[in-house]
């Protein structure tokens, strides 16, 4: 601003400059013609700025030709114009230099063990909420003062500096910082990590890579970690596609729980269930259905307490008896029934999964699947190396998904770069094969609920994805999606004498050990998702879901030997 400021007052004083010869010859030559008096070119000077500046002149009065008078008008109008305009543009940038908000430069002084994020996108923005919500210290660097001036008014910590170069980096506080994030372009990300590396060389640097391969220049930089999203996503789908609910939950999953079934029910901006809790949904009370998880950016809480929330983009698995479970699908309007395949089909052949596209994701996919029994068939434009059954052509083209088998298909993998692409491969998917189950990539964050409207049965965002897992790594977690926890389980026991005659609310259940009990067999029937004054009698069976701890602490707590899980 202050050299904007300077450069203003530069220019004024060059034009002045430049006009002043060819005026006081103007004025030397009307007084000469029309007044008949021969003025110097100093005399000439102080008229011209006597009238600019409209302070008087009178001792060159009266004029006695009307040329002199209208060119005098015409210097007073002149002057007062050109004065108004310098100064109103002078004083406006001299304030404005003086209270104009700017963007910090430095870190504070007193933060430490901090994270610098350099760069600032939809990944890190979803990498910020998990580690504010571990209440983790972190500074955003970016070299935009715009950027950075939006980012503090969003509460987000941020400095302006470029982390490209040592003073940028300095300036963001990486001597007392405990780890690095770059999240920009590949060769950006390369220059920020060599910078920090020579400088820190004990810091951990996590770098994120675009493409494939690019991944080793970033670990020649001094990267500790480099995570590639697309990889990283393409890995989570195929965990989804082999096991698309948690272990434990494997039994009502295949069919082997009499009375019991699952559904995944997606949380969509201003519905109902959007900004409420397990406890405040009320679910049981009012449909006897069960949350026996949580899923938020690709990763499952299982057993989730009263108090977990449940926010817009939130999946929810409830577990309950199937007419109970569709009372509850209106609540969402773009949730979808879980579709369970099995491994074999009839006659011995293995159940098909279509990956449609062939990035990074889908190969990512394949690959993650080649030792399933699934036959893995694949829809793209460009033929792969290998031996991948390939099936050239668009995925949004009927006849090619009719001759990739999808009217057979048991999963469908929508891995397409372009979103709309991806709706409309949903579209066509769902209503070919009503009953096949589809997860999807979301490139953007925005159209996750659009893609469960076509007709998905699951969506993972790229970007909340990636982000979520660098989250486990700063906060020193596996990168192990929470789903596949084998201590999270299903268990069959007898009603302890302690619970005989008490409900569900006076035993404590839930309070005192965590484990959350989803059905009671009494006899030939099975009540799903009891309620809390449900009462507990001598002979009845429950049946809970819990980790193996929980399940403890239970026996504990009732006595009588720790519940075994039900056999897988």
Same mark, same amino acid.
């Given at each position: 601003? &202050?050299?904007? /400021?300077?450069?203003?007052?530069?220019?004024?004083?060059?034009?002045?400059?430049?006009?002043?010869?060819?005026?006081?010859?103007?004025?030397?030559?009307?007084?000469? &013609?029309?007044?008949?008096?021969?003025?110097?070119?100093?005399?000439?000077?102080?008229?011209?700025?006597?009238?600019?500046?409209?302070?008087?002149?009178?001792?060159?009065?009266?004029?006695?030709?009307?040329?002199?008078?209208?060119?005098?008008?015409?210097?007073?109008?002149? %002057?007062?114009?050109?004065?108004?305009?310098?100064?109103?543009?002078?004083? @406006?940038?001299?304030?404005?230099?003086?209270?104009?908000?700017?963007?910090?430069?430095?870190?504070?002084?007193?933060?430490?063990?901090?994270?610098? #994020?350099?760069?600032?996108?939809?990944?890190?923005?979803?990498?910020?909420?998990?580690?504010?919500?571990?209440?983790?210290?972190?500074?955003?660097?970016?070299?935009?003062?715009?950027?950075?001036?939006?980012?503090?008014?969003?509460?987000?910590?941020?400095?302006?500096?470029?982390?490209?170069?040592?003073?940028?980096?300095?300036?963001?506080?990486?001597?007392?910082?405990?780890?690095?994030?770059?999240?920009?372009?590949?060769?950006?990300?390369?220059?920020?990590?060599?910078?920090?590396?020579?400088?820190?060389?004990? /810091?951990?640097?996590?770098?994120?890579?675009?493409?494939?391969?690019?991944?080793?220049?970033?670990?020649?930089?001094?990267?500790?970690?480099? #995570?590639?999203?697309?990889?990283?996503?393409?890995? &989570?789908?195929?965990?989804?596609?082999?096991?698309?609910?948690?272990?434990?939950?494997?039994?009502?999953?295949?069919?082997?729980?009499?009375? /019991?079934? *699952?559904?995944?029910?997606?949380? +969509?901006?201003?519905?109902?269930?959007?900004?409420?809790?397990?406890?405040?949904? !009320?679910? !049981?009370?009012?449909?006897?259905?069960?949350?026996?998880?949580?899923?938020?950016?690709?990763?499952? $809480? /299982?057993?989730?307490?009263?108090?977990?929330?449940?926010?817009? %983009?939130?999946? $929810?698995?409830?577990?309950? +008896?199937?007419?109970?479970?569709?009372?509850?699908?209106?609540?969402?309007?773009?949730?979808?029934?879980?579709?369970?395949?099995?491994?074999?089909?009839? @006659?011995?052949?293995?159940?098909?999964?279509?990956? +449609?596209?062939?990035?990074?994701?889908?190969?990512?996919?394949? &690959?993650?699947?080649?030792?399933?029994?699934?036959?893995?068939?694949?829809?793209?434009?460009?033929?792969?190396?290998?031996?991948?059954?390939? #099936?050239?052509?668009?995925?949004?083209?009927?006849?090619?998904?009719?001759?990739?088998?999808?009217?057979?298909? +048991?999963?469908?993998?929508?891995? *397409?770069?372009?979103?709309?692409?991806?709706?409309?491969?949903?579209?066509?998917?769902?209503?070919?094969?009503?009953?096949?189950?589809?997860?999807?990539?979301?490139?953007?964050?925005?159209?996750?609920?659009?893609?469960?409207?076509? %007709?998905?049965?699951?969506?993972?965002?790229?970007?909340?994805?990636?982000?979520?897992?660098?989250?486990?790594?700063?906060?020193?977690?596996?990168?192990?999606?929470?789903?596949?926890?084998?201590?999270?389980?299903?268990?069959?026991?007898?009603?302890?004498?302690?619970?005989?005659?008490?409900?569900?609310?006076?035993?404590?259940?839930?309070?005192?050990?965590?484990?959350?009990? #989803?059905?009671?067999?009494?006899?030939?029937?099975?009540?799903? @998702?009891?309620?809390?004054?449900?009462?507990?009698?001598? @002979?009845?069976?429950?049946?809970?879901?819990?980790?193996?701890?929980? *399940?403890?602490?239970?026996?504990?707590?009732?006595?009588?030997?720790?519940?075994?899980?039900?056999?897988?």
């Amino acid at each position: 601003m &202050r050299r904007s /400021l300077q450069g203003r007052l530069a220019r004024a004083l060059a034009v002045f400059l430049a006009a002043l010869p060819p005026a006081i010859a103007i004025t030397v030559w009307i007084f000469a &013609r029309y007044e008949g008096r021969e003025l110097t070119w100093y005399q000439a000077l102080l008229f011209l700025v006597e009238t600019v500046t409209t302070t008087g002149y009178g001792e060159l009065l009266p004029f006695r030709s009307p040329v002199t008078v209208f060119f005098s008008m015409a210097l007073m109008i002149v %002057g007062v114009i050109a004065i108004f305009m310098y100064m109103t543009v002078l004083a @406006g940038d001299w304030l404005a230099s003086r209270f104009q908000e700017l963007p910090p430069t430095r870190a504070p002084k007193k933060l430490r063990g901090h994270v610098i #994020i350099c760069g600032y996108t939809p990944l890190v923005e979803a990498l910020l909420i998990e580690l504010q919500e571990h209440r983790q210290r972190f500074l955003v660097l970016d070299p935009r003062p715009d950027r950075v001036l939006e980012l503090r008014r969003a509460g987000v910590p941020a400095v302006h500096a470029d982390p490209t170069t040592a003073p940028g980096l300095q300036a963001g506080g990486l001597d007392s910082a405990r780890a690095l994030v770059a999240d920009l372009d590949d060769s950006t990300n390369a220059t920020i990590l060599l910078q920090a590396h020579h400088l820190r060389d004990d /810091l951990p640097l996590i770098g994120t890579v675009e493409h494939r391969g690019h991944d080793q220049f970033l670990r020649y930089a001094g990267a500790s970690k480099v #995570i590639l999203p697309k990889e990283v996503i393409g890995r &989570r789908i195929a965990r989804w596609v082999v096991s698309p609910v948690p272990e434990g939950l494997s039994r009502i999953r295949a069919g082997d729980i009499p009375g /019991l079934g *699952l559904l995944h029910l997606f949380i +969509a901006p201003h519905s109902s269930l959007e900004n409420t809790t397990v406890r405040t949904a !009320r679910l !049981r009370e009012r449909f006897g259905v069960s949350i026996v998880a949580v899923w938020r950016r690709g990763r499952a $809480v /299982l057993a989730p307490g009263p108090d977990q929330p449940l926010a817009a %983009g939130t999946v $929810v698995t409830v577990a309950g +008896a199937p007419d109970a479970l569709a009372q509850i699908q209106p609540l969402s309007g773009v949730q979808r029934r879980i579709r369970f395949g099995r491994t074999e089909r009839a @006659g011995g052949k293995r159940e098909i999964c279509i990956i +449609a596209g062939f990035g990074d994701v889908g190969a990512g996919v394949v &690959r993650a699947l080649a030792d399933t029994p699934l036959d893995v068939r694949v829809i793209g434009l460009t033929p792969p190396e290998g031996g991948v059954t390939y #099936i050239q052509g668009d995925a949004t083209d009927e006849a090619v998904l009719q001759q990739a088998g999808v009217a057979e298909a +048991a999963t469908f993998v929508v891995a *397409l770069n372009d979103d709309t692409a991806a709706i409309f491969a949903t579209l066509m998917v769902r209503r070919i094969n009503p009953g096949a189950r589809i997860v999807a990539r979301a490139n953007h964050l925005q159209n996750v609920a659009s893609l469960y409207m076509a %007709g998905a049965d699951y969506v993972l965002s790229v970007p909340e994805v990636a982000g979520s897992s660098l989250a486990q790594i700063l906060l020193g977690h596996s990168d192990r999606p929470a789903a596949a926890a084998p201590e999270a389980t299903l268990a069959k026991l007898p009603v302890p004498p302690a619970l005989a005659g008490r409900s569900l609310a006076q035993s404590g259940i839930g309070r005192l050990t965590g484990c959350m009990v #989803i059905a009671v067999r009494r006899g030939g029937n099975l009540a799903a @998702g009891p309620v809390p004054d449900f009462e507990l009698q001598a @002979g009845d069976e429950l049946v809970l879901f819990g980790t193996a701890a929980q *399940l403890a602490s239970f026996a504990g707590a009732f006595g009588g030997d720790v519940p075994e899980a039900t056999a897988q």
